[in-house]
């Protein structure tokens, strides 16, 4: 049985300091480190999901995102149960073993069921080949329930930052915006028996380092199965905007992402860690930089076209290129030239969880 290895010495000063350290040979280090071992404790390999942005109808107001509610510049679309049908035929057609429905967070009764119902019809037209993630936002426990009950197996709820004074100057103070409902729900979300994921974003406004080493923390002792993070890009019509004269550069926050990534690897070494969209808003390679730096999963987008610009969280997230054909082709690319592959037809699941849940025949698979 593999060993959870934990590097037990990672703590705030140490974290903190990596985290300030900017020596370019000790940085290439530290992201080769981190990807001998995801190699080691992942697998060679670059775990594929296509993502679908269901809607970006939002009851919630963060300070920081495009699709806020308050946002009247944002064109509001929801895909139809179809279009939501041709995507994941879209994912099996690339052989990509693996979805995730993303929405903007809505908790009325026909969201939930259609959701579920959504989750129902693709198990059974993929006949079970397709896996399902759900990044959803706060939902009760019920819904969780629900839905986990229909065939999604994992889900991601992103704590955006640990800290609860930083998360309050991050989102209005009202009951929609609750730290702790967050953390509960993100409890709930583990406790109905989903690989759980979270994670934060990294470079905004009044973030400290000490923040971020407090977050790979929380990440840690929250003992999470999968983490997306990536650099804040600022969204023009949002409050957040005002702020952003003090921060760091755009290439800064990309460096302290990556660095950010291949210390969780190390602390965490065989959860799944995401090459997450943001950091392409940085560098075009950015999400492939990633994947060298201990990040081990892709996700093409496989929102219709159409609406594909609608679901806009920040400045630039969608480029024209991502076209799941061609993203694919030159994350292969990239991949072998680190000895990784891509994974094709597999749900890649995290083995952190198999192993937390004692699944051990399905880690030796
Ligand atoms: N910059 C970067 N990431 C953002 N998100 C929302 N707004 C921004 C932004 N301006 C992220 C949040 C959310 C995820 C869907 O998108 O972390 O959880």
Redo the contacts with the bound molecule.
Sequence with gaps: MEKETYISDFNRDSIHTILLNNKEDEIEELFKMALNTRQEHCGSYINLRGIIEYSNICKKD?Y?????KDNGYVKRYQLTEDEVIASAYQALENGLGSIVI?SGEQSSKEFILTIDRLIQKIKKLSNNKLGITL?CGEQSEETYRRWFESGAHRY???I?TSNEALYKKLHPDNLHHSYFARKNALEAIKKTGYQTGS???IG?PFQTPEHLAEDLLFLRDFDVDMV????????QN?P?YLYSAGLPSLQQRFVLSMKMIALLRLMMPNINIAA???LD?VNKEGRFEALKAGANVLMPNLTPAKHMQNYS???G?TRLSDNCQSLLNEAARFASSAGDKLRFNQWGDSRHYLLRTNKHEEVLK
């Design positions: 963060c920081y995102c495009g699709i806020r993303q990044s991601l709820l992103r955006e994670g934060v974003m905004v997306g993070m990536g650099p804040y890009v600022e969204e949002t957040l997450s969209t943001a808003a969280l920040y400045n997230k």
